[in-house]
Structures are given as C-alpha cells and as structure tokens.
C-alpha cells in the first residue's frame, strides 16, 4: 500500500554516487561550521570567566553546559587550546605560520591577558 503512496521513482531509496557525494560534502561542510560556532563561543566563554576560572576549567565548563557529544566535545576543547596556544607561541614563528587570531576575521579578539594580569595583581596586593 504505501509502495502505491510513495513509488520509487520518486523517491529513490538509494541516492547516485554523484548525490552521495554532494551530500557528504555538504555534511562536512555544516559539521565544521558547527564546531567552528562552538569555538568562537568556547572562546568567548573562557574570555568571560579568565576572572573565575582558569581557561581548562573554563572550557570544560562550556563543553558540560552545552551538552556537546565525545567526538564533538574533543575537537571543540582542543581547537579552543590551539587559539589560546596561538599567545604562548614566540610571533615569530607563529607569524611564518599562520595568521594571527586577531586578524581573523569574524572572531572576537581576546583578553585573557588582561584578566590573567588582574588577578596577578590582585594576588600581589594580598
């Protein structure tokens, strides 16, 4: 009965090899956009709380909070360590590299710096 409602013509069960491809493109495509938001945002997070927390707690904090799955979870926290790691490395290696995270456009600029600084500062004063 249903064979009547929905022939195969129409609907192919099986996609063509070509259809396949575009489809698994296309999923790639929104997968990286989607763990690319989860960065910036796990960015923005630990730029929020460098007061509070340090920027590992932070980050396990976001992926907690958001619920993220394993796989996802993983390359999140470790591309959020790669952008933090981007200040630690000497610039003139990082700058034969790659471009900096400030000049990447889109992205806020961070300032764990200023934060880490404060509370320096504030434990100096204690």
């Keep these: 009965m249903l064979g009547r409602l929905f022939p195969e013509t129409l609907f192919?069960?099986?996609?063509?090899?070509?259809a396949e491809k575009r489809l698994r493109l296309a999923q790639a495509r929104a997968e990286e956009a989607i763990i690319r938001a989860h960065v910036d945002n796990a960015l923005m997070f630990v730029d929020m709380l460098a007061e509070d927390l340090s920027f590992d707690r932070a980050i396990d904090s976001y992926v907690r909070v958001m619920g993220l799955p394993e796989p996802m979870a993983s390359v999140v926290?470790?591309?959020t360590l790669v952008v933090l790691g981007e200040d630690l490395v000497p610039y003139r290696r990082r700058a034969q590299e790659a471009p900096r995270a400030e000049?990447?456009?889109?992205r806020p600029p961070l300032r764990l710096n200023d934060a880490s600084e404060a509370r320096f500062r504030a434990v100096r004063r204690a």
């Design 12 to 18: 192919p069960r099986k996609l063509t090899p070509s």
């Design 77 to 79: 926290a470790t591309r």
């Design 103 to 106: 000049e990447t456009p889109g």
